[in-house]
């Protein structure tokens, strides 16, 4: 039998926890249950309390409950994206519902917000939740959802989840904390007072960059049957294999984010000394402005690091063409390194007066520090800033 007490440490609960040996032949791993439909015993009496697989899903369910006792809720929701989960929050709003959102978030959460829900009368406002006074100022009567990341994508912001989510709950709204930079592994936002954690399961918690998706978790079971009535209707589940693939690929998320972290942090330093880097963000550097709160709020500070070069936008083009164990693209969190500038590529979707306005130049640049060795990712660093500082920069693709 694998263990249920929900004591148990938190790598044991990612090999274990929701995941029962299969009762009829002792399969160790969790079935891809690639059924539809199920049979019941009578009319409305669902055999085993399945029915549609767009309705519930054991393998979607095992998914659900081991990313629930990750991150100490009491439920989990698995979407088909992480977009997905924020559309279930944002379909509970009605016109003229306010949404307070921290203003250093990521691009496509932003978009949805902008473009998908504001033409319905749903208002939104952005402001830096590092600033706890700005937040407290910008509630109004109708406000129904704090939204929040810490770290923030792709400046690694650090605001308190603590503080704020009590601000929250004094006004009855709802915290949501997006946290997927950080992970349950380093970061739990239920423990500090959030209502809802929201997850883009693609990036760390699947972990290998093979798998799109989202959840959403909890502990109010009439807040879980409000969102499970919206993914059902709309139709925004995890199938059975993607789920599968995540269950796989959170049992070494606790060791793949010791490396993450590690390489992340000698990445920061090496880029703080270097001579053509302005300015690097990096929470687990003793010169960011959240470094204390972060020491106190996470278990480490992360494999995500922005910077910015002394020849700006040029610099920062050339840059993201010249690395060789980099690989230019999207997304994020995947055993593999990743370089991007966000302002044409993740956050291209942001307007750019609002992507200033919230300290996001066009000249930042973006990485994910995968598990390769920390040796030759410094060096691959090393090598692409000398050729980007060079006269005869290389051209842009």
Not at 33 to 51: K, L, M, N
Not at 61 to 74: I, K, M, V
Not at 98 to 116: E, I, S
Not at 193 to 207: E, I, Q, R
Request: aromatic residues 8%.
């Amino acid at each position: 039998m694998k263990p249920k007490d929900e004591r148990r440490r938190f790598e044991t609960l990612a090999v274990h926890a929701g995941q029962e040996s299969d009762p009829q032949n002792g399969a160790v791993m969790t079935p891809i249950y690639y059924s539809s439909t199920f049979e019941q015993d009578a009319p409305a009496q669902p055999r085993g309390g399945y029915e549609y697989s767009r309705t519930s899903n054991p393998t979607r369910t095992a998914l659900q409950d081991n990313l629930a006792a990750l991150e100490n809720g009491r439920w989990g929701l698995a979407f088909g994206s992480g977009l997905a989960a924020t559309n279930a929050l944002c379909h509970r709003l009605r016109p003229g519902d306010h949404v307070l959102a921290t203003n250093d978030l990521y691009g496509g959460t932003f978009r949805l917000f902008k473009r998908c829900f504001e033409h319905y009368g749903i208002e939104f406002t952005f402001v830096r939740a590092s600033d706890a006074a700005a937040v407290e100022r910008a509630f109004r009567p109708t406000t129904r959802y704090l939204f929040l990341e810490s770290p923030t994508n792709p400046l690694l912001s650090i605001c308190d989840l603590a503080a704020l989510s009590a601000m929250a709950r004094r006004r009855n709204v709802l915290t949501v904390v997006d946290n997927t930079f950080a992970t349950p592994y380093l970061q739990r936002p239920l423990e500090l007072g959030a209502d809802l954690v929201l997850h883009s399961l693609t990036k760390y918690l699947g972990g290998h960059s093979d798998v799109v998706g989202g959840a959403l978790i909890g502990s109010d079971e009439a807040l879980r049957g409000e969102l499970a009535f919206y993914q059902n209707a709309v139709g925004g589940q995890l199938g059975p294999m993607d789920s599968f693939l995540f269950l796989r690929g959170i049992k070494t998320l606790g060791v793949r984010m010791d490396r993450h972290c590690a390489n992340a942090q000698h990445v920061a330093e090496m880029l703080a000394g270097h001579p053509e880097v302005e300015k690097v963000y990096y929470p687990g550097l003793s010169d960011h402005p959240g470094h204390a709160l972060a020491r106190r709020q996470m278990k480490a500070f992360g494999g995500m690091v922005s910077f910015e070069l002394r020849g700006g936008i040029p610099a920062a083009n050339a840059l993201a063409t010249a690395t060789e164990i980099f690989t230019l693209a999207e997304s994020l969190g995947g055993v593999e390194s990743l370089i991007e500038v966000p302002a044409v590529m993740t956050h291209a979707s942001i307007p750019a007066e609002e992507r200033r306005k919230a300290g996001l130049s066009d000249g930042l640049v973006r990485l994910s520090v995968g598990i390769e060795h920390v040796d030759d990712l410094v060096e691959d660093l090393q090598a692409a800033l000398a050729r980007a500082a060079s006269p005869d920069r290389l051209a842009v693709r």
